[in-house]
């Protein structure tokens, strides 16, 4: 049963009411704005009954006063007004308050007007606990999608380290060291997100050039050159059309690009290349000088460092080569390479 609170000074009509609410309602009595404000902050109310017109304390104020408790922002108040007066009903509802009743009180508008006050309440909220409900449904299939993606793309990053037999694990390093690069340089989580992504896919392209050249432990010829420098171009074709994440294909398409403009496939100079692209580029490259090949060891510590230091404003970006140059130095053990097997 519902609960409504009569508030009235005057307690024969308290009771009264009281009386007329009884078959339907649980209704409970107090004499004052006071009191009524000491019994909601102990009990619950579905509704509450007001008399505008009260000594101490009149009806507006202690409305406000029960706006303030907490979790009765939105509490139904239906005002019991004695005058026949308009600019006393606008102010009740200027108030806040969800209707007025007119004294002397007929018993079944009373009820009436409570009644569908209390449906009116009903139905908001339960629209409010739906809304609540298809939010977190959507929420959920979000994290799923977003979940399913990433899971797709390391299935696809895996699939180019399938095919390379003396890069193992290089996606995963460009990526994880070109997310470092990016996270000193101050990118959001959203934006690491990406380069995380971007990194991982860079090399996707490699799926078109033949194992005999990806894997060939000798130096490449001419011809097989030519063959191994359309990767990137093969790998902008393949996620260009994921459309729903337009700027996946930067990383494969740019990542050979030279700061200084002698890169391919574009030949794209300073700022042209993409931010996330020069980032990958010095990744790129420290992952190739630190991981073990076929046909050497793994560069020394020193070695690598001078390269990027000689690289840096003509192959590398300057900015992103001297957050790697800090990495390195940073790096006392050398820990940070692949394949040290
Ligand atoms: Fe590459």
Known sequence: MERILVVDDDAVMARTIHKMLAQSYSSFMAGSGKDAIKYLEK?????????????????FETLLKIREIRGLEDLPVLFLTAEDN?????????????????KPVVPE????????????????????SE?????????????????????????????????????????????????????????SDEKLDEVMTTGLLHDVGKIGVPDTIINKTGKLDDDEYALMKKHP???AGILEKITTVPDIAIGAHWHHERYDGKGYPDGLKGEEIPEIARIIGVADAYDAMTSRRSYRDVMSQEKVREQIVNGRGTQFDPVFADIMLKMIDEDKEYKLRGNIS
Request: with cysteine; proline share 1%; hydrophobic share 40%.
């Open 233 to 235: 171009a093969i790998g």
């Open 86 to 102: 308009s600019n006393i009903e606008i102010k009740c509802l200027q108030a806040g308050a969800s209707d007025f009743i007119r």
């Open 109 to 128: 508008v009373l009820r009436l007007r409570v009644s569908h006050i209390l449906e009116l309440y009903k139905l908001r909220n339960n629209l409010a």
């Open 43 to 59: 009990y619950e109310a579905d509704l509450v009954l007001l008399d505008v017109n009260m000594p101490e304390m009149d009806g």
């Open 131 to 187: 809304v609540e409900k298809q939010t977190d449904k959507i929420r959920r299939q979000q994290d799923i999608m977003r979940l399913m993606s990433m899971q797709m793309v390391y299935a696809l990053s895996d699939t180019i380290e399938a095919k390379d037999k003396y890069t193992n694990g290089h996606s995963h390093r460009v990526a994880e060291y070109s997310k470092e690069i990016a996270r000193r340089f101050g990118y």
